[in-house]
């Protein structure tokens, strides 16, 4: 008896595991085809036998983020325009711990170019070094490293600017007289810091009659940012503006603010289709839009540039401008091109 | 004269009448390597399976790498591993983790900030303060849980959420980095070129542990308080100073889970080990534990942390997309569990 429930459990114990991989190995490469084929067999075989061969994989800071999602896609774009295999791989959290696994394993596969949002400036070094050392040519995208030597290129948004022209739509909006409320998901991530440092300084030097009253850090989920706004509202039922630095942030403050009489302005950051949705409604009142598929495209030509020996053309650091865009201006053809893609 | 004697030879040891002199009587030690057998085979099954899909897979540096993530989640397990056989659970590894990180990273930037003390003092004197953490976080779960009679689930689903606040709140949400070399020294070396540091310490904790639930009293205790609490109490046992222990237990290895994680990572976030907890639940069962108590092996838990971060590891390898990822984790959680039913269903028929 046990004998034949043994055989049959070690047999369907490999059937399942067996076909788990094989599906799972079948999604990757039917989802990522689009980008040159991407199977483990290709790419290993193209970067042993042909020297000229270049691949590149993107890891995100976080899976599931329009604005990830965005830089992806130039990559992927820019990857095929150059003849380079394209993959993706990252984790659902972000965080350090999380990131660093799949980084390493990553690097396993030597992929010739590695375009990455470290998720913090000091704990993804080691990983970051480990690939270095393997020969993989390493840009970072959005966040960056506190020590870039080594790196490519490190190619971000200039928040600073971002939070600067957020102040400035407040400001105008409520004639340089009220109360306003800023949010963002980290009181220490350097971009969200920066975001809201900038906003508090275009206020602070040019309308002085506006005071912050809250600053609040929320969870990535919407529900959170939502909870939070109708918290503040209760607290400061005359506040004029809200400005989110972070997807969610808007998302949650049009929420909150839908079932308000009064009419406040909710300046959003990045232009997710769900914000975008929102700004077409009115619900969001104007949107700070990063590039993330021009870090992406010029990453992938830095990259390329530094492994064919072009070195003299890539810049150490770039700082991409942000682009604003109010409700009135939303349904324009000239800017939807800013508008982040939903799907990877 | 005699017959005193057996009394008080029996009071000493409660437990060991119905008993082999420690762990599981023999039947169910049999049953559990049974168990184990089959939980190998799937590990090798999708160790022979990525090992086809990718020339990668085999390879120093993704042993390197599978065998430090695996770290973390088999010091968890462990401890995990003797609360589940106790009949309860703990969510708070996790938390426990990123704080006990936190708090030893901030006694060390604290120290080495102010100068003066070399770096391997200050490296000790944090490595102990992250570990009595765990073990303090994890003397309070025991307390709540056997003097007050909390459910363990709830008890360890409040402190999980203090124990995030908390790492958060010790230096307002962010990473500590200003840590002596010597940590990050210690996390990326490897002894000869193929055991990191930390997996050798994990490695030597996990055998003793398995000593410890297999053949000591303490193990022993651990499945009569999880298979039958009233029976335990009755047959002498103080329950409520064993739980307490088992949980204390939990937490310091998960101390020492936040100081491998910190020293792999050169820093200490607040953000590590979160949803680690999970994992860890899910390491113990798919090596055969029962969430009921009374049921479960240090090898199998061993078996079950190779799994998942072998799946981890291996599906980026081989390119898979990361949303399929977690579908194909889950899959194999519940294929693995239900294979080891087939298996002990095939033995209870015997």
Known sequence: ?344 | MNGQARVGERASSPAESNREPGGPPRAARALSLLREGWIFGVLVAIVIAFSIASPNFLTQANWLNTSSTATEVLLLAVGQTFVIVSGGIDLSVGATLGLSGMVGAWVMAHFFGTGGTPGGVVTAIGVLVAILVGALAGAINGTLISRYAIPPFVVTLGTLGIGTGLADLISNGQEISTLPPLIGNIGNANIAGWIPVPVLVAAVISLAAGVALARTRFGTYTYTIGDNRQAAVRAGINDRRHLTKVYVLSGLLAGVAGVTVMTRLGAASPTSGSNDELNAIAAVVIGGASLFGGRGTIVGSVIGTCIISVLLTGLIIVNVPPFWQLVAVGVVLIAAVYIDQLGSRGTNNQ
């Open chain 1, 1 to 344: 008896m046990s004998g034949r429930a043994a055989v049959a459990a070690a047999r369907s114990s490999v059937v399942i595991v067996v076909s788990v991989i094989a599906l799972a190995a079948c999604g990757g490469s039917s989802s990522s085809s689009s980008g040159g084929s991407s199977s483990a067999s290709s790419s290993s075989s193209g970067s042993s036998s042909s020297p000229k061969h270049l691949s590149v994989t993107f890891i995100p800071g976080a899976t599931g983020v329009a604005f990830y999602n965005s830089l992806g896609t130039g990559v992927q774009a820019e990857a095929q325009k150059l003849g380079m295999t394209y993959s993706t791989q990252g984790a659902a959290d972000f965080s350090p711990a999380a990131q660093t696994p799949v980084v390493d394993a990553v690097c396993s596969r030597h992929p010739s170019l590695l375009l990455i949002a470290p998720t913090d400036p000091v704990a993804l070094r080691p990983a970051i070094q480990r690939c270095m050392n393997d020969g993989i040519a390493v840009v970072t995208v959005d966040t960056s490293l506190s020590d870039t030597q080594g790196i490519v290129s490190a190619i971000s948004s200039n928040n600073i600017q971002g939070g600067e022209a957020a102040g400035k739509i407040m400001g105008q909006a409520l004639h340089g007289k009220g109360e306003v409320a800023l949010m963002s998901l980290s009181a220490t991530a350097s971009t969200q810091v920066q975001r809201l440092q900038g906003a508090k300084q275009e206020l602070k030097s040019s309308y002085p009659g506006i005071s912050v009253v809250a600053t609040e850090y929320t969870q990535q989920a919407p529900t959170s940012s939502e909870t939070t706004a109708r918290a503040i509202l209760s607290a400061h039922p005359g506040i004029g503006a809200f400005f989110g630095a972070a997807e969610p942030n808007a998302e949650g403050v049009a929420q909150a603010t839908a079932s308000s009489s009064k009419h406040v302005i909710n300046v959003g950051y990045d232009a997710s289709p769900t914000e975008v949705g929102l700004l077409k409604s009115g619900k969001i009142s104007a949107l700070v839009i990063q590039q993330p598929a021009l870090e992406g495209q010029l990453g992938v030509q830095y990259g390329d540039d530094y492994l064919t020996g072009h070195r003299s053309s890539i810049k150490a650091s770039v700082l991409l401008p942000n682009v604003v865009v109010t409700t009135q201006q939303a349904g324009s053809a000239s800017v939807s091109k800013y508008y982040y893609t939903g799907t990877s």
